[in-house]
């Protein structure tokens, strides 16, 4: 039986932060990913709708190939007390944002199923870790996204 289709915010990876934020990541990537942050693509999103961007990247290396399933990993950087801090990692071929949130914080969509391009892993806000934490394994058997 066919699934209803539903929508969800990709993730795009444009580039476009400020002089100061790129600064600010920088450090950060120096500091804790022992990268430079032109390693990366950038996409600004903001997961709990406070006006105030948190970051995915992507590292640039990484060029999704459908022939060969190639994951990428994928970092997301968010603010804590006036500094950055990193909260969640993911291997997948992309990443979406859900419109769907749990404690206030939007999900995250991993489509990481090494056999179907539209199956994904849910990952849902966990404040007593203080990252995302896997929910739901395939989009059988959630009913939206």
Known sequence: MPQPAF?????????RIGGATELYLS???KKHLKKPLSDYDIAKIDLNGDFYDE???????????ARIKL????????????????????????IAISTKKHN?????????S???????????WSPDKKTYIKKV????????I
């Open 114 to 124: 090494k056999k179907n391009d539209y199956d994904y892993g849910r990952y849902i």
């Open 27 to 29: 450090e950060f990537t």
């Open 71 to 94: 994951f990428c990993t994928f970092i997301l950087i968010g603010e804590e007390k006036e500094k950055l801090i990193q909260l969640f990692v993911i291997s997948a071929k992309k």
């Open 7 to 15: 929508s969800h915010e990709q993730v795009i990876f444009d580039n």
């Open 137 to 144: 394994d395939m989009t059988s058997v959630d009913n939206g």
């Open 104 to 112: 206030g914080i939007y999900d995250i969509l991993a489509f990481d």
């Open 55 to 65: 970051y995915a990247l992507k590292p640039k290396n990484c060029k999704l190939d």
